[in-house]
């Protein structure tokens, strides 16, 4: 079934954008446990990696609702603009780094990907396999940002 050129009735989503999306969320978890468990040279670098690259994911994501919401034929002002807040806060959390404690900048990460994903499960008009999909990457970003979290609060 297609509705105002998005398709509802496929709700499994194909294998390659399985894959692509799984090697995107590589880095989360990769860095985390770097950043927890590596050495004192590396964990600094891994802790930036985690940050850039939640910032990275959080643009990526609104760009998704933006592409989504664009496509319409007629789009939704306040979607189109709701659509770069998840980017303005990560990237606003990267430049607070310094002059914030890590454990906030963290904790931002972590409530903007949970308020990214309530916000894109009420969303109308989207492909059945999205929740399933946005969930799941989610989930990853966030077990990913805890696990720093739990470190950066014993330090």
């Not at 954008?17 to 590589?26: C, K």
């Not at 446990?33 to 964990?43: F, I, M, P, Q, R």
């Not at 007629?74 to 606003?92: E, G, K, Q, Y």
């Amino acid at each position: 079934m297609e509705t105002d050129g998005h398709l509802h009735a496929v709700t499994a989503a194909p294998r390659p954008l399985w894959v692509i999306a799984l090697a995107g969320l590589a880095p989360f978890p990769i860095s985390a446990l770097t950043y927890v468990y590596g050495d004192a040279e590396v964990s600094g670098p891994a802790l930036t990696v985690l940050l850039t690259w939640s910032a990275i994911v959080l643009g990526f994501l609104g760009g998704i609702r933006w592409g989504l919401e664009s496509g319409r034929a007629s789009p939704r002002w306040t979607r189109l603009a709701t659509s770069v807040i998840s980017p303005t806060a990560a990237w606003t959390l990267i430049f607070a780094r310094g002059s914030v404690e890590t454990a906030w900048l963290l904790c931002g990460f972590l409530a903007a990907f949970i308020l990214q994903w309530l916000y894109d499960h009420a969303a109308p008009d989207v492909p059945a396999r999205f929740p399933r999909l946005m969930t799941t990457l989610t989930l990853g970003a966030c077990l990913s940002l805890g696990l720093a979290l739990e470190q950066a609060m014993r330090m």
